[in-house]
Nanobody, 124 residues
Framework: QVQLVESGGGLVQAGGSLRLSCAAS????????MGWFRQAPGKEREFVAA????????YYADSVKGRFTISKDNAKNMVYLQMGSLKAEDTAVYYC?????????????????WGQGTQVTVSS
């Protein structure tokens, strides 16, 4: 079992920045592929960024590439999502997720554990 708790969401103007944090507890954090997903009202949950299970590779959705950066601190069991040049279309609830089996995935259905989400609202 892995417990995930996100924080850092809020209201920000377009062009601004936010850093989301995900605190993980339970089983060994480094054994999981870690991802960030988001879900806007009326839309499906979509992939944002992920670390491979080995931690050696990162992956990004095209819509955030060059603006968002995923990072982690294994010693603190933390995963971060630094978001920059924010746009109104980035408004969503952002979720941290962990996958125990795959090297990594951009599909929400392949992740085993989820946090409760944190709201990010970008005003234009």
């Amino acid at each position: 079992q892995v417990q995930l708790v996100e924080s850092g969401g809020g209201l920000v103007q377009a062009g601004g920045s936010l850093r989301l944090s995900c605190a993980a507890s339970g089983r060994t954090f480094s054994n999981y592929a870690m991802g960030w997903f988001r879900q806007a009202p009326g839309k499906e949950r979509e992939f944002v960024a992920a670390f491979s299970r080995s931690g050696s590779s990162t992956y990004y959705a095209d819509s955030v590439k060059g603006r968002f950066t995923i990072s982690k601190d294994n010693a603190k069991n933390m995963v971060y999502l630094q978001m920059g040049s924010l746009k109104a279309e980035d408004t969503a609830v952002y979720y941290c997720a962990a996958a125990s089996v795959l090297p990594w995935s951009g599909r929400a259905s392949r992740y085993d554990y989820w946090g409760q989400g944190t709201q990010v609202t970008v005003s234009s």
